[in-house]
Antibody, heavy 124, light 109 residues
Framework: QVQLQQSGPGLVEPSQTLSLTCAIS??????????WTWIRQSPSRGLEWLGC?????????NYAVSVRSRMTINADTSKNQFSLQLNSVTPEDTAVYYC??????????????WGQGILVTVSS | EIVLTQSPGTLSLSPGERATLSCRAS???????FAWYQHKPGQAPRLLIY???SRAAGIPDRFSGSGSGTDFTLTISRLEPEDSAVYYC??????????FGQGTKLEIK
């Protein structure tokens, strides 16, 4: 059974960097059947896909246009986890952040496992 | 850019009734890349339906999905109090790479 455990601060000051980690159990961050994803939810934006990292002979990333210039997703194979860094945050980045596994096995694509979510507030 | 529009915004029904939730895409979608999720306050979203019509593991057969092209439907037959939640549709693979609808709030009276 796949489980995702998120960690990171719940409060970040404006202009600083938001950093979150998602530890994976029951699967490998290097799995060829998954893309490891960050999604956030806020009242103003609803559920918003932010980006993902995945391994297919080499590591690749995809980012949403809205955060592409500020976001980095990295995988750590030694700890079997992946992380999110979002630079230069503003109050508009206040949201509940989720990590999730995009299941890419077979012909379908869907998020079948989610972390517990972390409310991150951007405020001084 | 693909936009997913869900209707209605809010649905209020009684236990035992049937709920029909709609998701309309601004462009035709690959049905294999379309899913529905249930989201309750304080919890992570839960996968209900993937590939437009396949139920995820552990999901009761009261939940069913259908549709193709631009129109998709989630049907919940025989509503139970625990079905109260916000339901989201989601597409993958089209620009943007992944997007969600704005959600339908289902209230059980």
């Amino acid at each position: 059974q796949v489980q995702l455990q998120q960690s990171g601060p719940g409060l970040v000051e404006p202009s600083q960097t938001l950093s979150l980690t998602c530890a994976i159990s029951g699967d490998s961050v290097s799995s060829s059947s998954a893309a490891w994803t960050w999604i956030r939810q806020s009242p103003s934006r609803g559920l918003e896909w932010l980006g993902c990292t995945y391994y297919r002979s080499k590591w690749s990333n995809n980012y949403a246009v809205s955060v592409r210039s500020r976001m980095t997703i990295n995988a750590d194979t030694s700890k079997n986890q992946f992380s999110l860094q979002l630079n230069s945050v503003t109050p508009e980045d206040t949201a509940v952040y989720y990590c999730a596994r995009l299941n890419t096995e077979g012909t379908t694509r869907h998020f079948d496992n989610w972390g517990q979510g972390i409310l991150v507030t951007v405020s001084s | 850019e693909i936009v997913l529009t869900q209707s209605p915004g809010t649905l209020s029904l009684s236990p035992g009734e049937r709920a029909t939730l709609s998701c309309r895409a601004s462009q035709s979608l690959n049905i294999n890349y379309f899913a529905w999720y249930q989201h309750k306050p304080g919890q992570a979203p839960r996968l209900l339906i993937y590939g437009s019509s396949s139920r995820a593991a552990g999901i009761p057969d009261r939940f069913s999905g259908s549709g193709s092209g631009t129109d998709f439907t989630l049907t919940i037959s025989r509503l139970e109090p625990e079905d109260s939640a916000v339901y989201y549709c989601q597409q993958y693979g089209s620009s943007p790479l992944c997007s969600f609808g704005q959600g339908t709030k289902l209230e059980i009276k």
